[in-house]
C-alpha cells in the first residue's frame, strides 16, 4: 500500500473539545503517518485527496467507529418482531426460530451484507458476540469452526475488521437446565471441549480472536473462574444484569448479583466488557467501576426489547469505561447509540447534559476499539490505523448544524465516505464491494422463508 493524503474540511481530533477545521492526514501502509491542521486559508499541495463526495467537502471526518457488540444474524428480525406484546423472552422464541435454520453458506451471505450495512454507518471494526458453533441439532461441522470462520470472511468481504468474541455457552438457565431445541448447536459440552475448538482459528490480519462467556445463565458458578483464567490478555465480553429475571435467577441459585458472582470468581477487569448492565444495583457499579471492567451500551437494542435504561453516568462515573454496539441491529447507527446514552439518561433523571460530545465519541471509536482488543485504531493521530469517517454537514438533518453537534443531528445515512486501512470502502455513500440492499433482501429472505 502506497502513501495517501486526504483534506478533511474538518477533523476531530484527539483531546480536542470540537473539531478542527482544515487537517491534512496522511499514511502509509495503512498507519496515519502526519495530522497537520493547515493554516486559515491556506491550501495543500496538488495530490490530495478529499474526504467527502465527488464534487465538495463533505463536512466532519471522525475515526472509524468501533460497534463493540453484534449478533450478525439477528439482522434477520429486524421489522419481524414489533407486532403484539411481550418482552425480551418473547422475541427470543423468534431470535432462535432464525438461528436453527443457518448454516456456514448462509451465515457468510447473512453477515457479509449485515457487516457491509455497518461499513456504509461508519463501522470500521466489529465484535461479534459468536455462539452458533455447530450444526442445528449440535453436531458439529467438518470444520468444527466453519460458523466462525463464516464471519471472519463476511468481515474481510464487507471491508472491515472483526473480533470473533467465541462464546462458552454450556447451561439453559442459571440453575443448570441442559441445552435444548436451537441452544443445542450453541454448546461444547464444557470448558475444555470450547477451549480445543476455539484454540484452533487462527485469525488473518483483519481479525482478532476473542472470547465470551454468553451469561451467567448459560455458564454454571464453578466453571466461570476456569474460563476466565483460561482467557487473561484477550478481549472477555459478557452479557450481564440484561433483565432483571437474570438478576432474580441468580440470587435464588448463588445468593448473589451476576456482577458479584463474576467478581469473585476473577472475571472482572480492564480486559472484561460487561454488555448491557442494564440493572445493576448500587454495589454493582462500584465493582464493575473498581475492577476498570468496560461496559459496552447498545441502547437501541435495550429499549426495543424493553429492558430498560442502564446508569450510564453512574458506571462512567464509577471507573467503568463506555463503548457501544448495536447488539440486534435493530438499528445499525452508531450516532443513534451515542446520543442515545445522553438522551436516556435524561429520560431516566430527568435532567440535561450528561455526556459532553467528545465522551460520546470517544465511547464510539477508541473505547469500543480497545474493548475489542484494537488500541491502535480510534484516534486521528500519527501511528493509528488509517481508518477515517466522514459525515455530511449540509444534508437535510445536519445543515446548519456545527460540527460538534454531529452526535446531536447525523444519522448514519449521512456517512458518505469511510476509509479503513487505508483503503476506501465507501465512496460518495455507496459501499464499493457489496450492493447492500439487494444482498441483504436475499440473505434475509433465504433465512426467513
Known sequence: MTGTRWLAEYAWLPDRAEPTADVLIEAEDGRITAVTPLAAGGA??????????????????????????????????????????????TWRDAMYDVAARLDPDSYLALARAAYAEMALAGITCVGEFHYLHHGPDGTPYADPNAMGAALVEAAAQAGIRITLLDTLYLTATVDGAPLAGPQRRFGDGDVDGWSDRHDRLAPPPHARIGAALHSVRAVPADRIATFASRNEGVPLHVHLSEQPAENDACRAAHGCTPTRLLADRGALGPGTTAVHATHPTGGDVALLGESGTGVCLCPTTERDLADGIGPARRLADAGAPLSLGSDSHAVVDLFEEARAVELDERLRTRRRGHFAPPELLAAATVAGHAALGWRDAGRIAVGDRADL???????ARTAGVPPAGAFFAATAADVVSVVVDGRRVVADGRHLGVDVPRELRAAIGAVTR
Open 44 to 89: 495543500p499541495a496538488a495530490g490530495v485527496e478529499v474526504l467527502g463526495d465527488a464534487t465538495r467537502l463533505a463536512g466532519l471526518t471522525l475515526p472509524g467507529l468501533a460497534n463493540a457488540h453484534s449478533h450478525a444474524f439477528h439482522r434477520a428480525l429486524r421489522g419481524r418482531t414489533h407486532t403484539g406484546r411481550g418482552d425480551f423472552w
Open 389 to 395: 469517517v466522514t459525515v455530511r454537514l449540509d444534508s
